[in-house]
């Protein structure tokens, strides 16, 4: 029905319309589709990846502010994915001819069933199965990463999610970016001052629905001895069984530090005024939570 569908659809490239304003190289045509939510309004920065027959992805974006997206690709046979938060991912095969519009015309959305919620109690991070991550610019140029090795936390969840909190201690000592001069360093009284300030701590009752599967988690973050409010940018993933049967309930979460909000300042300057480590850190947490013993 599909291909039917489209094939009613297929147009000459270049020929009337707006389509005309399109300069398409030989070899290849136009794919587009426009997306709307199920009362008919535009869902804009909807993501979409097109693949080919052997499902190597071809080309990837988002909507524009009218949930329209328009793109060339050689003439072939693709495979179209469209995912938006809270809504299920949308299908399709399409066929582009050469020199031809093949459109999807407007595709609907559906609203997703939002993953289940973890029951009310108290629930510890698994710290086989989680990790506490971070990037960091060098040289103005290339990005470093990292990640803490040990660390622990323990979420009290309501009976609603509004009213969980959640405290995580990182053990500071534990930073490990796989080179052991640039370790010490930032263990040093230069970054983190870990004989000071043995642990990073976080705590937090303010859990925020924001739609869909997303979080918003604000708290205070105690780092080098100073507590500043953070919020994580949480995805919650649901809730699973383990290999031996146990519950499980994972989310991603990411965030950004400022380290002069922490005092931590040092610096030194490359030529040009280039900064030699970034002042913005970026953190990424892949969470495991199990009910405590």
Not at 77 to 83: E, N
Not at 233 to 251: H, I, K, N
Request: glycine share 12%; hydrophobic share 40%; with cysteine.
């Amino acid at each position: 029905m599909i291909g039917r569908w489209l094939g009613n659809r297929t147009n000459r490239v270049g020929r009337t319309g707006p389509m005309s304003a399109f300069t398409v190289p030989p070899n290849a045509g136009v794919l587009s589709c426009r997306v709307l939510d199920p009362v008919n309004e535009p869902v804009r920065n909807a993501e979409f990846a097109v693949s080919d027959a052997m499902g190597r992805k071809v080309v990837g974006g988002g909507t524009d502010p009218y949930g329209s997206f328009v793109t060339t690709v050689p003439a072939g046979d693709y495979r179209l994915m469209v995912s938006a938060e809270g809504f299920t991912p949308y299908r399709a095969s399409a066929t582009v001819g050469e020199e031809a519009h093949a459109s999807l015309g407007d595709v609907t959305l559906q609203v997703a069933q939002p993953p289940a919620l973890p029951e009310p109690g108290d629930w510890e991070v698994d710290p086989l199965h989680s990790s506490v991550g971070f990037t960091a610019r060098h040289i103005g140029l290339a990005r470093i990463h990292g990640r803490f090795n040990s660390f622990a936390g323990a979420i009290r969840m309501g009976e609603r999610m509004e009213d969980s909190a959640m405290h995580v201690v990182i053990d500071a000592a534990s930073i490990d970016t796989g080179v052991q001069m640039r370790d010490d360093h930032l263990r040093s009284g230069d970054f983190l001052d870990v004989g000071r300030f043995p642990t990073m701590e976080f705590y937090s009752d303010r859990f925020v629905h924001k739609g869909g599967s997303r979080w918003a988690i604000s708290g205070g973050l105690t780092l080098h001895g100073v507590t500043r409010t953070v919020t994580l940018d949480t995805e919650y993933l649901g809730v699973g069984q383990g290999l031996e049967g146990e519950t499980r309930v994972a989310c991603r979460a990411t965030t950004e530090l400022h380290r002069d909000d922490f005092t931590i300042t040092w610096q030194t300057m490359l030529a040009r005024g280039i900064a030699a480590v970034g002042h913005s850190i970026t953190i990424d947490l892949d969470i495991q939570v199990i009910p405590k013993a």
